[in-house]
């Protein structure tokens, strides 16, 4: 079977990206950051031939069960950062972001790969896109809650005027906050498109777009809470250290309802059922 | 024997008035350069001088004749009588002149340690040599290494890193709170001289506006118009600051000019937009609670000085740690010297093999016949790998003793047991 071995490369390119990205941040040589660059575009190239193969193999999305739905997390928060590097040039955000990422699978490498059962049900483009939408969006709130944590850091050092090591080797506050917004911005419609497709789903193949169940429930509030958060950034003027707490909040909310929500609370929605292949 | 030799004066061994002496003239630098090519005690040579330092380094055989000879160059362009400057002269020679050169690259030898200017002066200085053709092989490769020493430096220690200047901290500070200055507004709120300065900076990095308000509005005039500001009255400050990003203040007010209740009333209109003093005034312009609000950043005398303080202490540091790289490649260099007096004998070996070769060939070929283009190839490649592995080892132990004591004696043994002098005399 070619799936574990391509995650298990994955695994290990990816720790050695974070690891690589760490070494960069405290010795700040340029080459060790190219070559930890690369070696997690070469993790972020395996990790979509795994998803690709899985999706092949399985015929549906492969995000049934918590392992592969973490999995999946993680490669959207890579391919987010790719995206975003591109655009801010920031060779700092990867110090944080890959130790994220690789955090990630470290505990979907823990979890046992439980028996996979796919429901015919599954086997819906409307669910591929939920999943991709959702986890795109759920990618840009990871970015956005780093950069968050980095503005605190940074915001903290400038205020109290204890310029320490990481002073110089963090961005601008301006960048930061930047950064913040924009993955808020981008991400928001994705999140959205991604529940109303969802709905949409549901309806198609449970008979009702909303059925009141704990990880829907969680996951407007997760919307909700994001929904005015950029609402304070675009019209109130909100910025800098309340906005950054404010969207750390709204990604501990998201991790929530994308964890605790679906393993405990979750009726149809848990990986639990899911894996079990009971009832949908 | 060759000698590097490095001659000259800083800001630690002459004051001010002699070096500014010699820096003054412009043409110097070309007139230094061509005169050392005129002098024949000096086969290659170098002429540095900036507004802390003036130094020859040169390349010569005959060490007492150059060092004299530069001196009484210096004498000539300074206009100053020997005399007068002999005691502030330091001179250095061979490793101690590569170090020398590699720490006066790497800003190690600056008044300011870790300022950037010095590298590019020094490659100015290179230039001009190359030009006026006074550089040759050492220094070409001495000076390349030198930059790439700088190199090292600068990305392998923070020497260079931090600020050491109360004006430079400040806009250090600036550019970790807004990222980019260009098109940022900058409020001068009275004009003193440290203001200017700081005002300065911020402009060399790209601030669009600056408005200067004054107790007497005629100074804020002034000021203004250095920097094609806009003069603003007293009274308008708190318009102002809605529009700004950066304030300096500097009056010599004995109260607070700006107070937390007033900026915290500001935030809410500026839609929260950052905002950064500087408060260079003693005492205080700016009430120290404005620190306390979200997105304003206040930064008074003290603070600027301890974040120099930090610097310098961070800067000690990191000198060390450049001393180490410097003395590495000073090693690495003396090597590569020492490899070139064994030169000319490998040279004058392998040409003697090369000579033997042609005349032996030359003298077989009569008694060979007729022989096919093919197989008089086949001869020059036997004939010619023959003496090259005969000679392979001789040379290669040659340049194994090239950094050690005994070599001068392998040398010797070397052009005795090939009889290479006498062959250099046959041949003249």
């Known amino acids: ?280 | 024997m060759i000698t590097i030799l490095d001659i000259g004066m800083n800001h630690e061994t002459a004051p001010v008035e002699l070096r500014e002496c010699i820096a003054r003239e412009p043409g110097n630098s070309s007139l230094a350069l061509s005169s050392m090519r005129e002098l024949p005690a000096i086969r290659e040579g170098l002429f540095l001088s900036t507004c802390n330092r003036v130094e020859a380094l040169c390349i010569t055989e005959h060490p007492q004749e150059a060092q004299q000879a530069v001196i009484s160059l210096i004498s000539r362009l300074g206009n100053v009588p020997e005399f007068d400057f002999s005691s502030s002269l330091f001179a250095f020679e061979d490793g101690e002149a590569v170090r020398h050169i590699f720490r006066v690259a790497s800003s190690l030898d600056s008044m300011v340690v870790g300022e950037p200017q010095i590298l590019g002066q020094i490659k100015d200085a290179y230039y001009d040599a190359t030009r006026e053709k006074t550089s040759g092989v050492i220094l070409n490769r001495l000076l390349h290494k030198a930059f790439h020493v700088a190199k090292r430096v600068r990305t392998e220690t923070g020497v260079s890193d931090a600020a050491v200047s109360i004006s430079y901290a400040a806009v250090e500070l600036a550019k970790k709170i807004f990222y980019n200055l260009e098109g940022k507004k900058v409020l001068l709120i009275g004009a003193g001289e440290m203001a200017e300065l700081a005002a300065r900076h911020l402009v060399n990095q790209g601030v669009s506006a600056i408005s200067v308000a004054n107790r007497t509005f005629e100074r804020a005039v002034q000021v203004a118009e250095i920097f094609n500001g806009a003069p603003v009255s007293f009274e308008e400050i708190m318009n102002q600051l809605l529009e700004v990003d950066i304030v300096i203040s500097s009056t010599a007010s004995t109260e607070y000019v700006i107070l937390q209740e007033q900026v915290k009333g500001l935030m809410r209109k500026r839609r929260n937009r950052p905002l950064f003093f500087i408060d260079i005034a003693v005492p205080r312009d700016v009430e120290p609670r404005v620190n306390d609000l979200d997105n304003v950043y206040l930064y008074d005398i003290d603070d600027l000085k301890g974040v120099i303080d930090v610097n310098m202490a961070q800067r000690q540091q990191e000198a060390v740690k450049a001393e180490r790289i410097v003395e590495e490649e000073v090693i690495k260099f003396e090597k590569w010297l020492k490899t070139l007096a064994v030169v000319p004998t490998i040279v004058s070996l392998k040409e003697k093999a090369e000579t033997i070769r042609r005349t032996e060939i030359k003298k077989s070929l009569s008694g060979l016949g007729n022989l096919s283009a093919s197989q008089l190839r086949s001869l020059e490649n036997l004939t010619a790998s023959i003496t090259e592995k005969i000679i392979h080892d001789p040379i290669l132990v040659l340049k194994k003793k090239a950094d050690r004591p005994t070599r001068d004696t392998y040398i010797d043994m070397m052009r005795k047991l090939f009889k290479l002098d006498l062959d250099n005399e046959e041949t003249e």
């Open chain 1, 1 to 280: 079977m070619m799936a574990p071995l391509l995650f298990k490369v994955t695994l290990f390119l990816i720790l050695l990206a974070a690891a690589g990205f760490i070494v960069y941040m405290v010795k700040q040589q340029k080459a060790v950051y190219t070559w930890s660059y690369r070696i997690l575009l070469l993790s972020f190239i395996f990790h979509t031939v795994y998803l690709g193969q899985r999706y092949y193999t399985l015929g549906v999305q492969p995000i049934i069960g918590i392992k592969a739905a973490l999995c999946f997390f993680s490669w959207a928060i890579v391919g987010v950062y790719l995206i975003f590097h591109l655009k801010f040039k920031l060779m700092i955000l990867g110090s944080f972001i890959a130790p994220f990422a690789a955090f990630l699978m470290i505990i979907a490498s823990a979890i046992p790969e439980g028996k996979v059962i796919v429901e015919p049900v599954f086997k819906s483009l409307w669910l591929t896109f939920h999943v991709i939408m959702s986890f795109l969006g759920d990618g840009m709130f990871a970015v956005a809650f780093i950069a968050a944590i980095m503005y605190l850091i940074q915001e903290r050092q400038i205020k109290k005027k204890r310029l320490g090591s990481f002073y110089t080797r963090l961005p601008s506050l301006e960048t930061l906050d930047k950064i913040n917004y924009y993955s808020l911005m981008y991400g928001f419609p994705f999140l959205t498109i991604g529940m109303v497709i969802g709905a949409i789903y549901a309806q198609y193949a449970l008979g009702s777009y909303w059925r009141w169940d704990p990880k829907e429930v969680w996951s407007l509030i997760t919307w909700l809470f994001y929904a005015a958060l950029l609402h304070g950034r675009v019209s109130m003027g909100w910025r800098g250290r309340r906005a950054a707490i404010m969207s750390i909040i709204a990604f501990l909310i998201l991790l929530f309802s994308f964890i605790g929500a679906s393993l405990w609370l979750s009726d149809y929605h848990s990986f639990k059922n899911l894996e079990g292949g009971t009832a949908v």
